[in-house]
């Protein structure tokens, strides 16, 4: 471990791991029982992850951007015995929904907290069976109330493998912990942990903290979202850090325009790009696309291919199927299905959904994509997110592709809105570049002869910035909820030869 002015040899961090598993025990969490964990990206969180595994206990961390009432929640929700809670975060506790756990409270690093775990005894090391949970990860509720996925030791562990090899896992690396650890996205740590690799942390993202850090701590290889990469790429003073020591940058969460993944390859010219697809119900990585996929990508002018989200991990079962459950030829658009060793189970106390989701030992992603020849995939919406506009259906992220390539766009987002004439209407949200505009009319313009008519979004709203989930995914739930209620609030241009001519004011 490397974090900050300290530095933990593997030996140290299993002592510090072992008798902090005594702390628990001694706070009254038993075996099969689960705590809770509110904190940022920092060693003391990884040794608390840890210290559940040792003692059979089930880590259950939480989203710190939550408000109190969504953390009471998923504290109820999991039966949680016990709160550890970073020092930022102690006056949440003072609010009436968490007002309850404030005696079930354990604030992480304080002089009490290293007492307790310096007079802790280790106990003995859990042995667990391979289908008993390892940790409770809460989905980012950005469908609804959020659900708590079952994740076992088989599932953690097999995809800590899978990524050992699709990843080429190194024990020399230092893979720096960028995405939160309340995510699924950060399991892709286990694989570093498996073959011994050093891990370093970043609470705060900001581009300067994170070059910095990159630099500090020699890190090597880094799983980071489009939205973080991009910002960081616009850092001003990026040239003045050194960066000798990055050989992998690993993004995912969300696609990431191909103009980006070229720039990513040019400003980090002594690092490979390597993209990944996955969910929290699949521990999380399904699907890769590698190194050497990108390299000849760009190499053979292929930049298509650069839109793929890769192959299968080695272990997969992966196929497109219809509604009824049938595959579907390759080529056509189906939902993914999966089977494999890192898949879950299913979710806590929710047997309908469970039963939804994972029907004759496939889960269903609930994400539309096609697959190639070569079975290569290629995401193309949420199933949820499709736009059925005329009685055509549209793919937002196909039209997102064709917006994001005109210069004046920052971030985009299609979503779909209410119309009398064709039952939903493509209203495409735009973050400008910095002093940048744009209009429906000129956006039309642009989308001509790149999609056909039906998909050109006629209605455009600008924005300051997106709403997004902790991994920076933006909220589509959220855009939808702002442009389609009652009162007016934020304008939306419509295009001059849009069906509905007229100016209209949505929130």
């Given amino acids: 471990m490397v974090a900050d002015d300290l530095t933990y040899t593997w030996a140290d961090f299993i002592l510090r791991v072992s008798r902090l598993a005594g702390m628990l025990e001694g706070l009254g969490v038993r075996r099969g029982e689960r705590f809770a964990i509110l904190a940022r990206n920092t060693v003391r969180h990884y040794e608390l992850l840890h210290a559940g595994y040792w003692l059979g206990a089930i880590p259950v961390p939480v989203n710190v951007r939550l408000a109190p009432p969504e953390i009471r929640f998923i504290l109820e929700d999991s039966g949680c015995k016990l709160l550890a ?26 002089p009490r907290y290293e007492v307790l775990l310096a007079e802790a005894s280790p106990p003995p090391l859990d042995d667990p069976r391979e289908d008993d949970d390892a940790i409770l990860l809460y989905t980012g509720g950005t469908t609804g109330r959020s659900k708590g996925v079952r994740l076992t030791h088989k599932n953690v562990i097999s995809n800590g493998m899978q990524c050992v090899a699709a990843m080429e896992i190194r024990p020399d690396d230092v893979y720096l912990h960028v995405a939160p650890m309340f995510h699924s996205a950060d399991l892709l740590g286990t694989g570093y942990t498996l073959r011994g690799a050093a891990h370093a942390f970043l609470p705060q993202f900001s581009p300067k903290a994170l070059l910095a850090e990159i630099q500090r701590a020699r890190v090597t290889v880094m799983m980071a979202s489009p939205t973080v990469i991009i910002v960081t790429l616009q850092e001003p003073d990026f040239d003045k850090y050194d960066l000798s020591s990055f050989r992998r940058l690993f993004y995912g969460s969300a696609p990431m325009a191909v103009e980006w993944t070229r720039r990513a390859m040019e400003r980090f010219p002594r690092a490979v790009l390597q993209q990944g697809y996955g969910l929290t119900e699949t521990s999380p990585i399904l699907t890769t696309l590698d190194a050497d996929q990108h390299v000849a990508a760009v190499k053979n002018g292929n930049y298509d291919r650069l839109r793929s989200v890769g192959r299968p991990l080695m272990g997969l079962d992966l196929r497109l199927v219809d509604d009824d459950d049938n595959e579907v030829p390759r080529g056509s658009v189906g939902e993914i299905a999966v089977r494999g060793p890192n898949v879950t189970g299913g979710y806590l106390n929710r047997p309908q959904e469970t039963a939804h ?18 079975g290569f995939v290629y995401l193309v919406d949420r199933k949820k997110d499709m736009i059925i506009t005329g009685g055509e259906n549209v793919y937002c992220t196909e039209v997102e592709a064709a917006v994001y390539q005109h210069p004046a766009v920052h971030e985009a987002a299609v979503i779909g809105v209410p119309d009398e004439r064709f039952g939903e209407a493509l209203l495409a949200v735009i973050v400008p570049a910095a002093g940048q505009s744009l209009s429906a009319d000129e956006l039309v313009a642009h989308c001509r002869g790149r ?18 989930s902790a991994m920076g995914k933006i909220l589509k739930t959220e855009l939808r909820k702002m ?18 001519r007229q100016k209209v004011d949505l929130k």
Avoid: C, Q
């Fill in 483 to 500: 442009f389609t209620a009652a009162s007016p609030a934020v304008p939306v241009d419509v295009a001059a030869d849009a069906p509905t």
């Fill in 85 to 110: 809670v970073e020092p930022a975060f102690l006056d949440l506790l003072e609010t009436d929904a968490l007002e309850p756990w404030r005696k079930n409270a354990l604030t992480i690093g304080d």
């Fill in 357 to 374: 989701a994972i029907r004759d030992g496939w889960f269903h992603t609930g994400d539309l994509a096609r697959m190639d020849e070569d």
């Fill in 451 to 468: 999609i056909g008519g039906y998909k050109i979004p006629r209605r455009i709203a600008l924005m300051k910035e997106m709403p997004k």
